[in-house]
């Protein structure tokens, strides 16, 4: 029995209609190497997604492995209630210099969900602990995706991702996406007068004594098909949080590390938030590790003598993993050593000019950059907008001629994007970019 034989009679894949598996089966992926996958029949890929947007340095980055195996040797795991190490402790105090000011705290946890449910919790129980337990509402956008725990799941849009699970899911507010392509108050990027923050600021006024915290994914919306927002979207929702006593959770656990061109989203706005949620490109993508960074005035709401109500019973297993950590601090040291994000600047702007040649295809309806991401957003008619039959099933097709090319493009319905490492070469973007261009050529030929 080969090995994906056996694959199939055991596991169950993510995301996946394992039915689908029966025409499509997965590829056995066998090493990695910087840009590239190979698979066991000796097929090289390109990793143009940066494997679920957590790649940065590339795989298998010899100083990520060196550390890993340093760490192994010392010291693997343990557990973070009433110890620590030192690994934790550096990384922690890196962060809280490296992220926006007013971020002093930081809570470890797994994951991105993870990440995000300390945050809600954190909030919540901070408005509680200061005498305002009315304060237990959510709002988010109603594109946003957070996650696919319960409370991640609660305060993102309904899509997909939501739908089978909506009898379990607690009740939140949801407030217009600035989804430029489709604006939700049918303006146009020279019009925009970033009207579509009008419902949002009705909302907290109105509610924000019941309030606790807005949600956003600061200007790159992944999961709703890589939406690019405009900056003064974020600035002015912040400001409105503010002004209302509503915290404000900026979840940059896909946007993190360098993805926008600036180490943190936010930064593009110049905006501190209450929570910041980071997973993915901590660790470059080679463990699971995640933070919840806080403020000061957040921290100081939980402390107290014990026993007390006001401590914050939250906690995972594999919290603050030394070797997660020592793969995190890696991760950093690179940024400085490779110059990681000077290089992104460099390149951000000629691979955003020859994407917007990707306009002039028939089948292109819009495309957006920001950083080294990329998404083209494909319709069956440009004019109107029509998108294609999703019978078509349009972005397999696009994967399976991917493939053919050595690139992995993994389409979200009918958003082609690229998610690029950070560590790509001028050269390869050029190659990445004249491949992905013949594909969607011929698109619908
Ligand atoms: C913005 C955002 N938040 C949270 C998550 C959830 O992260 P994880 O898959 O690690 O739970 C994701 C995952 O794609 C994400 O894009």
Not at 67 to 88: E, M, N, P, Y
Not at 124 to 136: A, H, I, S, T, V
Not at 268 to 295: I, N, Q, R, W, Y
Request: charged content about 20%; some cysteine.
């Amino acid at each position: 029995m080969s090995w994906i034989e056996r694959d199939l009679r055991t596991l169950w894949h993510p995301y996946t209609q394992m039915k689908d598996c029966e025409t499509l089966p997965p590829i056995l992926i066998e090493r990695a190497q910087g840009l590239s996958l190979f698979d066991d029949q000796g097929h090289e890929y390109w990793d143009t997604i940066s494997s679920w947007w957590c790649n940065i340095h590339g795989h298998n980055h010899p100083k990520i492995v060196e550390a890993i195996t340093r760490q192994l040797a010392t010291l693997d795991h343990v557990l973070f209630a009433g110890f620590s190490h030192k690994g934790a402790i550096e990384l922690g105090e890196r962060l809280v210099d490296i992220t926006p000011p007013g971020l002093t705290r930081v809570f470890y946890s797994d994951n991105g969900s993870t990440a995000v449910e300390v945050a809600l919790k954190m909030s919540l129980q901070y408005w509680r602990n200061m005498g305002r337990p009315e304060k237990c509402q959510f709002v988010g956008l109603d594109k946003g995706y957070h996650g696919d725990t319960v409370g991640a799941m609660s305060v993102s849009g309904a899509s997909a991702f939501t739908q089978a699970f909506a009898p379990m899911l607690f009740e939140t507010h949801k407030v217009p996406t600035p989804d430029c392509y489709h604006c939700p108050k049918g303006q146009c990027q020279e019009t925009c007068t970033a009207a579509c923050i009008a419902e949002l600021e009705t909302l907290l006024k109105e509610r924000h004594d019941q309030i606790a915290a807005l949600i956003l994914e600061p200007l790159l919306m992944g999961a709703a098909g890589m939406i690019v927002y405009p900056a003064e979207y974020l600035q002015k929702a912040a400001k409105i949080a503010q002004q209302y006593g509503v915290h404000l959770i900026l979840d940059e656990v896909a946007t993190g590390f360098g993805r926008t061109g600036r180490m943190f989203a936010c930064e593009h706005a110049e905006v501190s938030p209450d929570f910041m949620c980071l997973s993915k490109g901590l660790t470059s993508g080679t463990l699971p590790l995640a933070v919840t960074l806080t403020t000061d005035a957040v921290f100081d709401a939980f402390y107290d003598d014990y026993p007390t109500g006001k401590t914050l019973y939250h906690g995972h297993t594999y919290t603050a993993n030394p070797i997660g950590c020592a793969a995190a601090m890696a991760t950093l040291d690179i940024f400085e050593q490779e110059h990681t994000l000077a290089s992104v600047q460099t390149k951000a702007p000629g691979f955003a000019h020859r994407m917007q040649g990707f306009g002039d295809l028939e089948h292109v309806g819009h495309v957006r950059t920001i950083g080294l991401v990329a998404a083209m957003e494909l319709v069956r008619d440009k004019a109107t907008k029509t998108p294609f039959d999703s019978k078509q099933r349009i972005g397999l097709e696009i994967f399976k001629q991917g493939l053919k090319q050595g690139l992995i493009l993994r389409p979200m319905g009918d958003v082609v994007y690229l998610y690029l490492p950070l560590c790509v070469t001028d050269e390869q973007v050029t190659i990445i970019l004249d491949k992905t261009y013949g594909i969607l050529s011929r698109l619908g030929r």
